[in-house]
C-alpha cells in the first residue's frame, strides 16, 4: 500500500512539475515584451538563485555552500558558465526572435542532441534506430522552421531557428558535464547560478540598457526564475524520490510540449499553425524511438540537473 501510496505522490509531483514547464515559453514571450533577453536572464537568475538558496537553508544544507573543495568549485564555476549563462542567453534570444511555438519545439529536441555528442564526447556509437530516428526529429524541425514551405529552404527566422537549435547543444553539454557531479542536485544547480550572476550582471553592463523594468516585466521575470529555474526542478526531483516506477513518471514530460501550445494560443495569442502539431508529434515520436533503443528515457536527464 505504501508503493502505491508513493507512485501516486510520485504522479502528482511530477504532475504539477510538468504543468509549470508547459507555461514556461509563454511566459518567456510575455517577459521579452517588457525585457531585453539579457535584462530577462539577470532577474530571473537572481530570483533563482534566492529561491534555491532559501531551499537550502529550510533543508539545512546551505553551509555545505561553504565546504566543496576547490575543484568542486571549478566544476560549478564551469557548469555556470553553461548553465544559466550561456543556455539561456541564447535561449531567451531565440525566443526574442521566433515564434514561441517554434522556438519551444526546437529546443525540444536537445535529448537528441545528446545522444549526438555522445558520439565524439563519449565514444559511443549510433544504433540504426537511433539514426533513424534523429531524421525523423530534424524533419520535424525542418516542417517547423520552414512552417509548412518544405521546399522553399527559407525559415521563419534562420538566426533564431539556429539559436534554438544551439540551445540544445549547450544544455547537453552541461547535461554531460554535471552528469559526474555527485553532490546535491539543489546545491549543485544553487552554486552553478551563484557563479554565474557576475557573468550576467557584466553582460547585462556590456550588451544590454539596464534600467528598472515595468511592473509586468518584472513579475514576468520573477515567475521565469521561480518555475523554470527552481520550483519544477524541485518538483520533479521529488517525484523521482517518490517514484516506483521513475520509467513511468519520466514518460509524463512527452505531454509538456502538446500542453504548451495550450498556453502559447490562450496566453501569448500565436495562432498554433497545423505545421507546428504535425513537427511536434514527429520530434516526439523521433524521441520515443531513441528511447526504446536505448532503455533509458531522455527525459530523466532533462531534470536530473
Known sequence: MDHMGNQKKAYLFAGAAVLLWSTVASAFKLALRDLEPLSLLLYASLTSTLFMGLVLLVQGKLGQAFSCTSREYRDSLMLGVLNPFLYYAVLFQAYDLLPAQVAQPLNYTWALTL??????????????????????????????????????????????????????????????????????????????????LPLVCISCWLFAELSLPSGRGLLGAIYVGLVEMGLAFILWLKALRHAINTAQIANLIFLSPFISLFFISYLVGEPILMTTVIGLMMITSGLLLQQLKSGKNPADAKIQM
Not at 540504426?128 to 518544405?150: E, F, K, M, T
Not at 522553399?152 to 553539454?173: C, D, E, K, M, Q
Open 115 to 196: 545522444a549526438l555528442l555522445s558520439v565524439p564526447l563519449l565514444k559511443q556509437k549510433l544504433s540504426g534506430r537511433q539514426i533513424v530516428a534523429g531524421l525523423i526529429c530534424y524533419a520535424g524541425v525542418w516542417v517547423i522552421a520552414s512552417q509548412g514551405d518544405l521546399l522553399s529552404l527559407r525559415f521563419v527566422n534562420p538566426l533564431g531557428v539556429a539559436l534554438a537549435l544551439g540551445s540544445t547543444v549547450i544544455w547537453a553539454l552541461y547535461w554531460l558535464i554535471n552528469a559526474r557531479d555527485s553532490r546535491d542536485p539543489v546545491l549543485c544547480l544553487f552554486l552553478s547560478f551563484v557563479f554565474a
